[in-house]
Nanobody, 119 residues
Framework: QVRLVESGGGLVQAGGSLRLSCAASGNIFVINAMGWYRQAPGKQRDFVAHITRSGSTNYADSVKGRFTISRDNAKNTVYLQMNSLKPEDTAVYYC?????????????WGQGTQVTVSS
């Protein structure tokens, strides 16, 4: 079993910055892709950013140029640096990871961390 724990959420004014972290622990052989998603109240969970094990990244159009995803493979941790935050970035942010535990790979979600951006 693998556990993902997010941290770093909070309340920030528009234009401010936050850095989210997500640490994976448990029966991990290797973590392949990792990513961040977000869900605003009453809306579906949306893709934010994705990073492969080798460091290739892609972003939702709404966050390009403002958010940066990175990872530390030695620490099994993925980060999301969020700059120039806007009220529309308010959501619960979820970490996602594709984890190989042996011969099989499984997909895991964290419990989420709240990000609130005030205008």
């Amino acid at each position: 079993q693998v556990r993902l724990v997010e941290s770093g959420g909070g309340l920030v004014q528009a234009g401010g910055s936050l850095r989210l972290s997500c640490a994976a622990s448990g029966n991990i052989f290797v973590i392949n892709a990792m990513g961040w998603y977000r869900q605003a109240p009453g809306k579906q969970r949306d893709f934010v950013a994705h990073i492969t094990r080798s460091g290739s990244t892609n972003y939702a159009d709404s966050v390009k140029g403002r958010f940066t995803i990175s990872r530390d493979n030695a620490k099994n941790t993925v980060y999301l640096q969020m700059n120039s935050l806007k009220p529309e970035d308010t959501a619960v942010y979820y970490c996602n990871a594709d984890v190989r535990e042996g011969l099989l790979s499984s997909n895991y979600w964290g419990q989420g961390t709240q990000v609130t951006v005030s205008s």
